[in-house]
């Protein structure tokens, strides 16, 4: 298949079951809440399905048997093979762990805004050196999960110093990194909290725009209101960032509105929402992310996909990993959780972790396996794609390459 000039090519053969995420391969639009079992899947699975890589991308998809001639062979043995996860929602910058807030929050405690500004302290203590270790073990472990693309966040500086190595750091290990100096206001301005949204939309933002590709605010109370949040998020879009935004997770609030009037790639938690909050989401390009490992390590209600998927939202599943409230790197855990306790179907909740994760970063070249697409994929100890829901907690992933090469 490849010519002189070519990449060479390797074609992985064998496989059980192939979510490609291409809707020509099934039936139903993904944005629909038709993902039901018979039939052809909007998942676009292929039953004894082959595929072809060429450098770092997809060349060729199809049953097994149709498969071109290529340089390299490799046998699935029978396993699943998914898109590599897209985790498009972390907190991976930091120091410390909230070991006892989490131990004192499940004898009782609710969660609160406020347990950032221990992990603040302990970023700031730490050398950059200290804060790119604990970022690698995060993406390592995330990786033998099965992400191959992950986006992260600053906030636990809240510093113009602080930020802005927290970001040069991140953009070291991935293109979407976030600035997010909006998380809290900064202790040091505790009594001012004006003078610091002139600081996160004057010199922090300054600082730290070069390093990042978003800006994010923690709309709730206790954090940022609906006016700071417009003023930080409009002055991150003036400064060639796209907003993200931390919406209605904590309760019933202006953020889902103000993320779609300024057309944020995501609306992250959407716990709480109105019967115009949905219309408003389904009308407009900004997706749902869902992050279900916080409602688990809180005990906080659960979002409710069912009512979102079947209003026409475009839902992503993602971890958000961070110190304090969902402390976890495990996409497959996330999908189980979704799937039990969400209102999701398995074909919904795997569609949301990597197709649904690429929209909330507006990445066409990631999230499916199909021609052109980066070559990231995860193979499964099992049959099918079902199986990351059907058995929780056990480590199904067992191979992941990513662009192309096997890394896991």
């Known amino acids: 298949m490849s010519s002189p000039t070519s990449s060479p090519t390797t074609v992985i053969t064998n496989i059980a079951s192939l979510v490609t995420n291409d809707p020509s391969l099934g039936w139903g639009s993904p944005r629909s809440s038709k993902f039901e079992s018979g039939g052809r899947s909007p998942l676009g699975l292929i039953q004894d399905a082959a595929v072809v890589i060429e450098g770092d991308r997809i060349a060729w998809t199809g049953e097994s048997r149709k498969a071109p001639a290529t340089d390299n062979r490799v046998d699935a043995g029978g396993r699943a093979v998914v898109p590599g996860f897209v985790d498009s929602h972390s907190h991976l910058v930091f120091a410390g762990d909230r070991t006892q807030e989490f131990n004192?929050?499940?004898?009782?405690?609710?969660?609160?805004?406020?347990?950032?500004?221990?992990?603040?302290?302990?970023?700031?203590?730490?050398?950059?050196?200290?804060?790119?270790?604990?970022?690698?073990?995060?993406?390592?472990?995330?990786?033998?999960?099965?992400?191959?693309?992950?986006?992260?966040?600053?906030?636990?500086?809240?510093?113009?110093?602080?930020?802005?190595?927290?970001?040069?750091?991140?953009?070291?290990?991935?293109?979407?990194?976030?600035?997010?100096?909006?998380?809290?206001?900064?202790?040091?301005y505790a009594d001012d909290?004006?003078?610091?949204?002139?600081?996160?939309?004057g010199d922090m933002l300054n600082a730290c725009a070069p390093y990042a590709r978003w800006i994010d605010v923690f709309c709730e109370k206790g954090a940022f209101d609906g006016d700071q949040a417009r003023a930080i998020l409009t002055a991150g879009k003036a400064a060639g960032l796209h907003p993200r935004i931390h919406a209605n997770q904590l309760s019933y609030g202006?953020?889902?509105?103000?993320?779609?009037e300024l057309d944020a790639a995501s609306a992250d938690h959407c716990t709480h929402l109105t019967d115009a909050d949905i219309d408003a989401l389904a009308n407009s390009a900004t997706v749902a992310t869902l992050l279900p490992g916080a409602e688990f390590s809180t005990r906080a209600e659960w979002p409710n996909a069912r009512r979102l998927l079947d209003a026409g939202v475009t839902v992503a599943l993602s971890t958000d990993c961070n110190p304090g409230s969902s402390f976890t790197s495990s996409v497959p855990f996330c999908i189980a959780l979704a799937v039990r306790d969400m209102g999701m179907t398995p074909d919904e909740a795997v569609w949301s972790a990597t197709a649904g994760g690429a929209a909330a970063l507006r990445r066409t070249d990631i999230g499916h396996l199909t021609p052109g697409a980066y070559a990231d994929l995860a193979f499964l100890d099992a049959p099918s794609h079902v199986h990351l829901a059907y058995r929780p907690g056990v480590p199904l992933v067992s191979e992941v390459w990513r662009r192309g090469v096997r890394k896991v």
């Open 254 to 260: 202006p953020g889902v509105q103000l993320a779609v």
């Open 193 to 201: 909290p004006a003078a610091y949204v002139a600081l996160v939309t």
């Open 104 to 188: 004192a929050r499940m004898s009782g405690r609710p969660y609160s805004a406020g347990g950032i500004r221990t992990t603040v302290a302990a970023t700031r203590a730490a050398s950059d050196a200290e804060l790119e270790r604990n970022l690698t073990r995060y993406l390592a472990e995330a990786l033998r999960q099965g992400t191959t693309t992950f986006e992260t966040k600053s906030g636990y500086g809240l510093t113009v110093e602080d930020e802005s190595r927290a970001l040069r750091i991140a953009s070291r290990h991935t293109d979407e990194v976030t600035y997010m100096g909006a998380h809290i206001v900064s202790p040091d």
